[in-house]
């Protein structure tokens, strides 16, 4: 059975059980200070793929997204890279919230976004995403 026709038989929710080591989620903060336009273009710049509320998808399907103060992204950080290069330090308490990837992903998937939005604190947020996720199982089928 191939994996597009495992995934047109579930729901959101299994879809987001199925995915969920796709990543390793890591609460950051800056080791400068930078201000709240500056710290998200300079994370972009860095090769920060925006997701969550963050993402300009949020926007697209009817969030208010906000992406100077809700960093949230995925990077790619190889061994020729690392988070204190980006001015980052590891904080459970930081405000930046990133995904570490072992490989590059250029785009990033709608359907990424989506999970992630299922992930958030904000219950419209996680409707959404469940919505488009729903969406996209339904055109596999």
């Known amino acids: 059975m191939r994996i597009a026709d495992r995934m047109a038989a ?3 929710i299994e879809v987001a059980r199925f995915t969920r ?7 950051l903060r800056l080791t400068v200070r930078m201000a709240p ?3 998200a273009a300079h994370l972009r710049n860095s090769g920060v793929k925006p997701t969550g509320l963050m993402s ?6 009817g969030l208010a997204g906000d992406g100077a103060s ?3 992204g995925y990077l790619y950080v190889g061994p020729d890279r690392m988070l204190r290069d980006l001015k980052l330090r590891e904080d459970p308490g930081g405000r930046i ?3 570490l990837l072992d490989l590059p992903v250029d785009p990033l998937p709608e359907a990424t976004v989506a999970l992630d ?6 219950s419209r947020a996680r409707g959404v995403g469940r919505d488009r996720l729903a969406e996209m199982i339904g055109r596999l089928s």
């Open 56 to 61: 300009t998808l949020a926007v697209d399907w």
């Open 70 to 72: 809700q960093i949230d």
């Open 10 to 12: 579930m729901t959101p």
């Open 117 to 122: 939005l299922m992930e958030s604190m904000d």
């Open 37 to 39: 336009d500056t710290l």
């Open 97 to 99: 919230t990133l995904r």
């Open 21 to 27: 080591r796709r990543a390793t989620i890591t609460s």
